[in-house]
T-cell receptor
Framework: ETGVTQSPTHLIKTRGQQVTLRCSSQSGHNTVSWYQQALGQGPQFIFQYYREEENGRGNFPPRFSGLQFPNYSSELNVNALELDDSALYLC?????????FGPGTRLLVL | DAKTTQPPSMDCAEGRAANLPCNHSTISGNEYVYWYRQIHSQGPQYIIHGLKNNETNEMASLIITEDRKSSTLILPHATLRDTAVYYCIVRSLNAGNNRKLIWGLGTSLAVNP
């Protein structure tokens, strides 16, 4: 167990809807990273938050946005959902070197 | 793009050592080699990392060649629960790199009874 939790575990949405995914980081970790993993692929970096500021972003459109709160928990928001957004969304927390992952949220867009 | 190359799949007999290779010929001097594994769509699990010395922990050993262009993850006594996709990742710890992980497709390890 890494101490990183994510909610919900599974989610079904329809095209055009909006979704919010949540992540609680491990105690003492001030950095949260989000990844998207399509079936059969490795995770793809979405963005990272460090002390409530975005600290880098991957090749994802602006409809993917995020927040980090003072307790270092984080949200990933996706607007105008598309079918290709169906994936496992992973959150990882870290302090210095190693990222520790939560169990993920499985999103299905119909 | 991922900076590592791994075989897509490997088999190992239960109780034997599993040796998973990884090529990272373009690795830079300040980049670490990290290994994670992912069991059937769960979140990736950190295994081990190293810079240039060999490393060992309770899960595995990491052997890095002297020129650092390749490495091998060793699971000394594989069990059925070690069946997973294993990812080798090269990563800089410079703050300017925002410390993201760039993943390839990994090696799917099947441990057989």
């Amino acid at each position: 167990e890494t101490g990183v939790t994510q909610s919900p575990t599974h989610l079904i949405k329809t095209r055009g809807q909006q979704v919010t995914l949540r992540c609680s980081s491990q105690s003492g970790h001030n950095t949260v990273s989000w990844y998207q993993q399509a079936l059969g692929q490795g995770p793809q970096f979405i963005f990272q938050y460090y002390r409530e500021e975005e600290n880098g972003r991957g090749n994802f459109p602006p409809r993917f946005s995020g927040l980090q709160f003072p307790n270092y928990s984080s949200e990933l928001n996706v607007n105008a959902l598309e079918l290709d957004d169906s994936a496992l969304y992973l959150c990882a927390s870290s302090s210095l070197e190693t990222q520790y992952f939560g169990p993920g949220t499985r999103l299905l867009v119909l | 793009d991922a900076k590592t190359t791994q075989p897509p799949s490997m088999d190992c007999a239960e109780g034997r050592a599993a040796n998973l290779p990884c090529n990272h010929s373009t690795i830079s001097g300040n980049e670490y080699v990290y290994w994670y594994r992912q069991i059937h769509s769960q979140g990736p699990q950190y295994i081990i990392h190293g810079l240039k010395n060999n490393e060992t922990n309770e899960m595995a050993s990491l052997i890095i060649t002297e020129d650092r262009k390749s490495s091998t993850l060793i699971l000394p006594h594989a069990t059925l629960r070690d069946t997973a996709v294993y990812y080798c990742i090269v990563r800089s710890l410079n703050a300017g790199n925002n410390r993201k992980l760039i993943w390839g497709l990994g090696t799917s390890l099947a441990v057989n009874p």
